[in-house]
């Protein structure tokens, strides 16, 4: 069976701002890079509103609808912004995290990759922000949780940012692992050591600016690896951001393509020692264009080959 990359055309119509980052060109350079490999490609579903109320109150998806403009962009906070494409967007990118679930557990995928937009892991329980609309990731572990029954998902983030959207959300979960890496000091201001989760199901692995992948894979050859396995997922989720890429222009550190290569096979090769191989990958960030292709297209390729 071959790797899924998931997408929709409609993740394409969510139109920030002249200038700002996370840009259509994002995922349209990314989806470009990605033509060559021989994947199975799916078309995003739109997710179900139990869907989203999952790890979202209905008061706050009724927010955002209440806010989405028919024309022209509304700011949701000082860097999130709906245009009329957005929430379609949106609920297509989470329609894709569920999807992918579906298939790895129901033996149609070895692995997969949500190749969305907007991203998610910024986005709290009942605040968007940094860019994110609803919490993809988190939502991926939920849906396995409580609609396939598994008993322990882990969800693992390498977007420089720290993803603190997924940690507010899984916070009180105990059936999860959340483990995270991102530049500190940087955005959003969260993500130290300390911040352990309400049952210790949470790990925080700061990183200094200007450190490079070799510093990165020490710890999480360290902090994270360990902690997987002792935890034993059923399933790993990935929170695939590339903005610690040397040339992004959002953080300071110094990863290189390899990095993500190097991250994303180490943890295919524990999901094959812990959980049958299957892996569910999201698109987080990642603003250079040409970093953000050659970094994907590597992480891609690792699933690929961890599928065969």
Request: glycine share 8%.
């Amino acid at each position: 069976m071959k790797t899924a990359l998931i997408s929709h055309a409609e993740c394409l119509g969510h139109v920030t701002p002249d200038g700002h980052p996370e840009r259509v060109a994002r995922l349209e350079h990314l989806l470009n890079a990605l033509e060559p490999l021989d994947l199975n490609r799916v078309s995003a579903p739109m997710a179900a509103e139990d869907d989203i109320l999952r790890i979202h109150p209905a008061s706050y998806l009724a927010g955002l609808r209440a806010a989405a403009p028919t024309d022209g962009l509304r700011a949701v906070d000082g860097d999130t912004w709906l245009s009329p494409g957005s929430l379609d967007a949106a609920f297509r990118g989470a329609g894709a995290a569920v999807r992918a679930v579906d298939m790895v557990l129901g033996g149609d995928a070895p692995n997969a990759f949500a190749a969305v937009r907007p991203p998610g892991h910024h986005a709290e329980t009942d605040t968007a922000m940094g860019f994110c609309l609803f919490g993809n990731a988190a939502l991926a572990a939920k849906h396995a949780l409580d609609h396939h029954g598994l008993s322990r998902v882990a969800v693992v983030d390498f977007d420089v940012h720290h993803g603190n959207g997924t940690q507010d959300i899984l916070w009180e979960e105990r059936r999860t692992l959340f483990i995270s890496s991102q530049q500190i000091p940087l955005f959003p201001g969260t993500g130290q050591a300390h911040e352990t989760g309400a049952f210790d199901n949470v790990v925080n692995i700061p990183l200094p600016p200007g450190s490079d992948g070799s510093h990165m894979r020490r710890e999480w050859e360290t902090h994270a690896f360990p902690r997987l396995r002792a935890f034993k997922p059923e399933l790993i989720v990935i929170s695939a951001g590339f903005d610690a890429h040397a040339d992004d222009p959002l953080a300071n550190l110094e990863w290189q393509v390899e990095d993500f290569a190097w991250i994303t096979a180490e943890l295919c090769k524990l999901a094959d020692e812990l959980c049958e191989g299957r892996v569910v990958s999201t698109l987080e960030g990642g603003y250079d264009l040409n970093a953000l292709s050659a970094s994907a297209r590597a992480h891609v390729q690792e699933l690929m080959k961890a599928a065969r």
